[in-house]
């Protein structure tokens, strides 16, 4: 059994001072159970855009997670692994210090939310979803898609961050931003591709989205966060280097 | 070839007026290709919440649609079947003349956005998310679940509606709603089941909830929206009412 820590007050787990940390360790340890080790995951990194808070929080989530265990070790209970997590802390970690283990998922893939904390760029973002245009609303604007939330996800990662992405953003076929346009909304099968600024270019912006994109034109959308998008597939079409396509499925469930 | 006419102004398709449908269906028509008919989706039903809102946008959906097929009939374009969907429409509409399909995808389950459209009972939902509480954090108030977002979907449709139900209604394991609590927040594996309203009675509440709900407590969530909910898994458990479960294979894409 591995016992987890709360080094950011984000979410689940005992903070590194509680009494509580080496009751449990002490209940486990005299029943007989060995505690395999102490896991935090500081998540409230999501929240963070600057490589200054995001260091500072890696060093807060090792060495809270570190305390943790050396305070079980000090009462007499073995506790071999130290685990730490999240994406953006352990892509800005300075020291690792006593740690056995970081888990970082995202990290695989990227997304936009990764490059609004910081951690990567537009041309890391390694998952995207491939879509057709289906139709347009000219006096709107729309350009219509057939990937909506079920194939986006329905995170709005972005909304709260310095830049909001809507559903994705929108590239060309062979993955370059389609700058000044942005997957606008969703329904659950379309997706409303159009204009982020509308302002003296109006007209002419609108004019264009139909000539721009014509239907039958296929797109590639950057999603907001990978792991909510991928989850809406059972699995991947992975492209090599040099062009081929290989399947792999997808684990399912948490 | 069906035609998709934009009977409410809410996404895409042909207004039923405009020039463009019987271009469209002068196309199809003279180069040998049928047309089996017109379609739609009253969407923006699902912005209202009265009777009268209701009734007055089905009839306007069917009324829509109806004149598309009416307009190409005159035009010598034959056009055998008016389809109309939205499940809010469906459940209002007073009369469907000239309607030949109706098309209603949730109403199958229903869900608390539809509880609040005002189209069933919560009691009426037939699709539940099986959870169990894995921690509690007292000083918050919070209850930790096994069901995050992974399991109940991102959809936060409630959230601009009348009543926010956050992440999903939290019920008793028989599916009796326990008022007063929320699954107020939700991470990728977890979610945080809290008490809605905490005004003077707040300390007895929050202790309340280490108490009211022990770790390993199995509870029920209803989602806000069937269909994200649903497409988080790969299959269904359907419970017949003398308690046999039986395993459903979803269909999983759009």
């Known amino acids: 059994v591995w016992i987890e820590v709360d080094t950011d007050g984000h979410r689940s787990g005992i903070m590194p001072e509680q009494d509580t940390l080496l009751a449990v360790g002490r209940i486990l340890h005299d029943n007989g159970i060995d505690v395999g080790g102490v896991m935090t995951h500081a998540g409230a990194s999501y929240e963070l855009n600057t490589r200054e808070a995001l260091v500072a929080l890696a060093e807060q989530e090792r060495a809270g997670c570190v305390r943790a265990a050396e305070r079980l070790r000090a009462a007499g209970i073995p506790c071999a692994n130290v685990s730490v997590g999240s994406t953006p802390t352990a892509l800005s970690a300075e020291r690792?210090?006593?740690?056995?283990?970081v888990?970082?998922?995202?990290?695989?893939?990227?997304?936009?939310?990764?490059?609004?904390?910081?951690?990567?760029?537009?041309?890391?973002?390694?998952?995207?979803?491939?879509?057709?245009v289906i139709g347009h609303?000219?006096?709107?604007?729309?350009?219509?898609?057939?990937?909506?939330?079920?194939?986006?996800?329905?995170?709005?990662?972005?909304s709260?961050?310095?830049?909001?992405?809507?559903?994705?953003?929108?590239?060309t076929l062979d993955g370059t931003p389609l700058d000044g346009y942005l997957l606008a909304d969703a329904?659950?099968?379309?997706?409303?591709?159009?204009?982020t600024a509308?302002?003296?270019?109006?007209t002419a912006r609108?004019?264009?989205?139909?000539?721009?994109?014509p239907i039958g034109t296929k797109l590639r959308i950057l999603p907001n966060h990978a792991c909510a998008t991928g989850a809406q597939f059972?699995?991947?079409?992975?492209?090599?280097?040099a062009g081929e396509l290989a399947t792999w499925r997808r684990f399912g469930g948490w």
């Open 103 to 132: 888990r970082a998922g995202v990290y695989v893939f990227f997304d936009l939310v990764m490059h609004n904390v910081g951690v990567c760029s537009l041309d890391d973002i390694a998952l995207s979803v491939v879509t057709t």
């Open 137 to 158: 609303q000219p006096e709107k604007g729309w350009v219509v898609v057939d990937a909506g939330w079920m194939a986006m996800s329905r995170d709005r990662g972005t």
């Open 198 to 202: 509308r302002k003296s270019g109006a």
């Open 187 to 195: 329904n659950q099968e379309h997706g409303i591709l159009s204009a």
């Open 234 to 241: 059972s699995e991947y079409h992975a492209l090599a280097a």
């Open 96 to 101: 690792l210090d006593g740690v056995t283990e």
């Open 206 to 213: 609108i004019d264009d989205v139909v000539t721009r994109f």
């Open 160 to 171: 709260r961050q310095t830049r909001d992405f809507g559903y994705g953003q929108p590239c």
